[in-house]
Nanobody
């Protein structure tokens, strides 16, 4: 069974940092393009960051310079390092893996392997 599981969310003050993890099982992340998405209250799910099978990364403008995506192939895990967090970063963060869609992946819908999400709350 192909599966990804997110973890690392929580409550953090503005300006703080979190590291999200996305652990894959049943397949190798090296063969998939991996995206991080977030669902902000009242808005549609948006792509935040993506890393392709060659290790090329990209970011949505709102997080450029604050977030970093990385991969640990030995652990079959993708990370999202989030720094200088803002209240508007609050939301449910999902990771997803897909072979058909190239980075940046526009939509969370219909991707091959999708996680259940982890809640990130940025508040004082």
């Amino acid at each position: 069974q192909l599966q990804v599981v997110e973890s690392g969310g929580g409550l953090v003050q503005p300006g703080g940092s979190l590291r999200l993890s996305c652990v894959a099982s049943g397949f190798s992340l090296n063969s998939y393009n991996i995206g991080w998405f977030r669902q902000v209250p009242g808005k549609e799910t948006e792509g935040v960051s993506c890393i392709n099978i060659y290790g090329v990364t990209n970011y949505v403008d709102a997080v450029q310079g604050r977030f970093a995506i990385s991969k640990n192939s030995a652990k079959n895990t993708i990370y999202l390092h989030m720094n200088s967090l803002k209240p508007e970063d609050t939301g449910i963060y999902y990771c997803a893996a897909d072979r058909r869609n190239q980075c940046p992946i526009a939509t969370f819908d219909g991707l091959e392997v999708r996680g259940q999400g982890t809640q990130v709350t940025v508040s004082s």
